[in-house]
């Protein structure tokens, strides 16, 4: 299966400051990918890079089969952007601003009328389809700007910070709706929210300073792990028995109460062997475990792991 996005060893300056520096990686077809890092990172950069309205300043990237620098103008046929911010014209109705981005598009006759309609259906807008573009609500906005860019049926969906400003129920149907798009469409996504991220990709990259520090923040082995396990017992009893155990690195009881079994989070240093011996250190201590099962990693202690190395590396 070819990917929709390779990039290798993407570079931005922007005078003497990076901006981007040595990035590289590949994006298959139907993944959601979200681009996580502080603001300052270089998500938009790189966004704009892909989208055709950057050029790099080293290394190359293809999308969609085109060469984002060589094959502009048919590159960005198969992209459909989404900036921060996007810009709607508040003097058109939904409609008529739907028609003419079409129209900018390339699509020409009737096919104009079919995308609006599938777009509009799509992304529900056909009770605002008459209003002017700028008595929407935000939510309805964004709503608008996704539409406008899903009218070609693109290859390559691109949305920075698709849910920046909106209120929670908004936030909600805009996540909703992009999780909707998993598989039929390829999308890349930009966000510095976490939670939000961690709800919607399928796969996370990190970045600080412009450098990727990884493709695939859940999916590589972290330095770190976490144990959940429910174990009769008091806690102060589990803390002695586990006390001998190398490897842990903190204990903490889960909400719920004082009722037995309880259950506790240990999060510890990853190396062969340590749930077994959680396992063996609580039978010898004769506090019966009733599960004992290994989390999935959590994004943000992921994150601040990555994120930490640099600093700590040039402190």
């Given at each position: 299966m070819?990917?929709?996005?390779v990039?290798?060893?993407?570079?931005?300056?922007?005078?003497r400051?990076r901006a981007?520096a040595d990035?590289s990686?590949?994006?298959?077809?139907?993944?959601?990918?979200?681009?996580?890092?502080p603001?300052?990172?270089?998500?938009?950069?790189?966004f704009?890079?892909?989208?055709?309205?950057?050029a790099?300043?080293s290394?190359?990237?293809?999308v969609?089969?085109?060469?984002?620098?060589?094959?502009s103008?048919?590159?960005?046929r198969e992209?459909?952007?989404?900036p921060?911010d996007?810009?709607?014209y508040?003097?058109?109705?939904?409609?008529e601003f739907?028609?003419f981005?079409?129209e900018?598009?390339?699509?020409?006759g009737?096919a104009?009328g079919?995308?609006v309609?599938?777009a509009a259906?799509?992304?529900?807008?056909?009770?605002?389809?008459?209003?002017?573009?700028?008595?929407l609500s935000r939510?309805?906005?964004?709503?608008?700007?996704?539409a406008?860019?899903?009218?070609?049926?693109?290859?390559l969906?691109?949305?920075?910070?698709?849910?920046?400003g909106l209120?929670?129920?908004?936030?909600?149907?805009v996540?909703e709706?992009?999780?909707?798009?998993?598989g039929?469409?390829?999308?890349?996504?930009?966000?510095?929210?976490?939670?939000?991220?961690e709800k919607?990709?399928?796969r996370?990259?990190?970045?600080l300073?412009?450098?990727?520090?990884?493709?695939?923040?859940?999916?590589?082995a972290p330095?770190?792990l976490?144990?959940?396990?429910?174990?009769?017992?008091g806690?102060g009893?589990?803390?002695?028995?586990l006390?001998g155990?190398?490897?842990?690195?903190?204990i903490?009881a889960?909400?719920?109460g004082?009722?037995?079994?309880?259950?506790?989070?240990?999060d510890?240093?990853?190396?062969a062997?340590?749930?077994?011996?959680?396992a063996?250190?609580?039978?010898?201590?004769?506090?019966p475990?009733?599960?004992?099962?290994?989390?999935?990693?959590?994004l943000?202690?992921?994150?601040l792991?990555?994120?930490?190395?640099?600093?700590?590396?040039t402190?």
């Open positions: 070819t990917a929709v996005v990039a290798e060893r993407l570079s931005k300056w922007y005078g400051r981007v990035v990686f590949s994006v298959e077809p139907g993944e959601v990918i979200g681009l996580l890092g603001n300052g990172s270089g998500k938009s950069t790189i704009r890079i892909l989208t055709g309205y950057l790099p300043s290394g190359t990237a293809i969609a089969g085109f060469d984002v620098v060589a094959q103008l048919a590159m960005r992209v459909g952007y989404v921060e996007a810009p709607i508040d003097h058109m109705r939904v409609a739907l028609r981005m079409a900018v598009k390339g699509l020409r009737a104009i079919r995308a309609a599938a259906s799509r992304l529900e807008l056909d009770r605002v389809m008459a209003m002017p573009a700028g008595k939510g309805f906005r964004q709503r608008v700007a996704i406008q860019a899903l009218l070609t049926e693109p290859k969906l691109v949305l920075d910070e698709p849910t920046s209120d929670p129920h908004q936030v909600i149907a996540r709706l992009i999780k909707s798009l998993a039929a469409q390829t999308v890349l996504l930009a966000s510095h929210v976490l939670t939000e991220i919607i990709a399928t996370t990259m990190i970045l300073d412009g450098r990727l520090l990884t493709a695939d923040a859940l999916g590589a330095d770190s976490r144990l959940k396990l429910r174990v009769a017992g806690e009893a589990l803390r002695a028995a006390r155990v190398s490897g842990i690195t903190a903490a889960e909400p719920g004082e009722d037995e079994p309880r259950s506790y989070v240990l510890g240093k990853r190396r062997g340590l749930a077994a011996d959680v063996t250190a609580l039978a010898a201590a004769g506090l475990v009733s599960a004992l099962v290994e989390a999935p990693p959590d943000e202690q992921v994150f792991d990555l994120t930490r190395r640099p600093i700590a590396a402190a």
